[in-house]
Each structure stands twice: as structure tokens, then as C-alpha cells.
């Protein structure tokens, strides 16, 4: 799609929800009018209107913090965008990772993700509560750690050449677990992983490229 098929408001504006591309956290909620969307897709980098000061403003200019667009796309109305960024820094002016800080509503129920695991993992291996499972993971040490990534890797196989999806999804899910409990044993954190992944995609999709041309 174009520029001239997106709707901006009366105003010349239309709504950008930035987006951390590597976890989808929200980040924040800014403006563009079409000034400020076409230098964004030049440079690379957010830049939105500031309603407040009635001026351009490119994020990270006087603070550093820049947003490195990796991809933008608009709703199905097409007056309102999502941009998904990778952040130098802070997206908020007040230093927090996000402009969404004031909470409204919480249900008690935390979202599982990596991050929390590996964060849940850490704290075992510092307070060694008693009792733990993991406390005796790293108790053990890496021997004992890499003993029992060996041993799920082949349930997973074994349930996999069964062809028992239930039974491959749960030791999978072992399988994950005590890979973590190896990183944090050796201080490979989460973010490592990603962007070892996240490099053997950007080479991938480069080859396929070539082979196009």
C-alpha cells in the first residue's frame, strides 16, 4: 500500500502504536502526519508530530534513544498504524522501557514467556530455596545439567517417533526447561538466543534474494 491510501484525521494525523519488534511489548503511542511518516520510511527511524510543540521530532535526536523501524503496517481502516521498532534505549522521556506504566487492571494471572522463566530460573540459582528441583540442578552443577538435557532430548525423540503429539508437546516443554536451566548456568541469556536466531533468519532471507536475482 501507499501513503495516499492511509486516512489521517482532520487534524493531518494518524495514531502510531510502537512496538518492541523482539518481545511485542508496547512501547508507546505518538502521531504522524504525512511530513513526519515519509521521513520515517527515509531514514529508517521513527519521527512522529509533536501535538504539544506543534513541530516535527525525530525519536532519539537529543536523546540517543533512536527506534529503528523494522516494519510498519496499517489497520484495516488504514487510519491507524503499528511500527514495530528495535530501541537504542527508554522509549518513554521519563526513562521507563515503556510509556505504559499506569496500571488500570490486572487479573492476577502472569503471562507466561522466556524472559519470566529464565528471570524464575536466576533467582533459584541465587537464593537456592530449599527443596527446589532446580536448587538441586544447580546444586549438582553442569554435569549433572547437561545429563538431563541428553535425556529429554531423547524422550522428545522417542515421543516424536511415536507420533503421540501430546506426549512430544510435554517433553518438549521439559526439554525447554532444562535447556534454561543450562543457559543460566552458563550466562546465556534469552536475548543471546534471539539474536543468534534473529541473524541466521537476515542471512536466510539474503540467500533466497540472491537466488531470486
Known amino acids: 500500500m501507499n501513503i495516499s491510501d492511509l486516512k489521517f484525521d482532520a487534524n493531518g494525523l494518524i495514531p502510531a502504536i510502537v512496538v518492541d519488534a523482539e518481545t511485542d511489548k508496547v512501547l ?10 515519509k521521513i520515517s520510511l527515509e531514514k529508517g527511524l521513527t519521527c512522529f ?13 537529543t536523546s540517543g534513544n533512536y527506534q529503528h523501524i523494522q ?3 496499517a489497520d484495516c481502516d488504514n487510519d ?5 521498532v528495535k530501541k537504542d534505549g527508554p522509549a518513554c522521556h521519563t526513562g521507563t522501557d515503556s510509556c505504559f506504566t499506569h496500571e488500570l487492571y490486572n487479573n492476577g494471572e502472569e503471562p507466561f514467556s522466556m524472559e519470566g522463566l529464565y528471570a524464575l530460573l536466576q533467582g533459584r540459582k541465587e537464593t537456592l530455596p530449599e527443596g527446589s528441583y532446580t536448587t538441586y540442578l544447580f546444586q549438582k ?4 545439567i547437561l545429563k538431563k538435557v541428553g535425556e529429554e532430548s531423547t524422550e522428545v525423540i522417542i515421543a516424536g517417533k511415536a507420533e503421540d503429539k501430546k506426549e512430544t508437546i ?5 526439554l525447554a526447561y532444562h535447556v534454561m536451566v543450562l543457559m543460566v548456568e552458563m550466562g546465556i541469556s534469552v536475548e543471546d538466543i534471539r539474536k543468534e536466531l534473529a541473524g541466521r533468519h537476515v542471512i536466510d532471507h539474503k540467500v533466497k534474494q540472491e537466488k531470486m536475482v
Not at 170 to 174: G, P, S, T, V
Open 28 to 37: 508507546t503511542l505518538a502521531y504522524m502526519n504525512e511530513k513526519s511518516l
Open 49 to 61: 508530530w509533536s501535538r504539544s510543540r506543534q513541530e516535527l521530532w525525530l525519536k532519539g535526536e
Open 71 to 73: 516494519s510498519i503496517t
Open 80 to 84: 491507524a498504524l503499528v511500527v514495530k
Open 141 to 144: 552443577g553442569l554435569d549433572k
Open 170 to 174: 510435554y517433553e518438549i516443554a521439559d
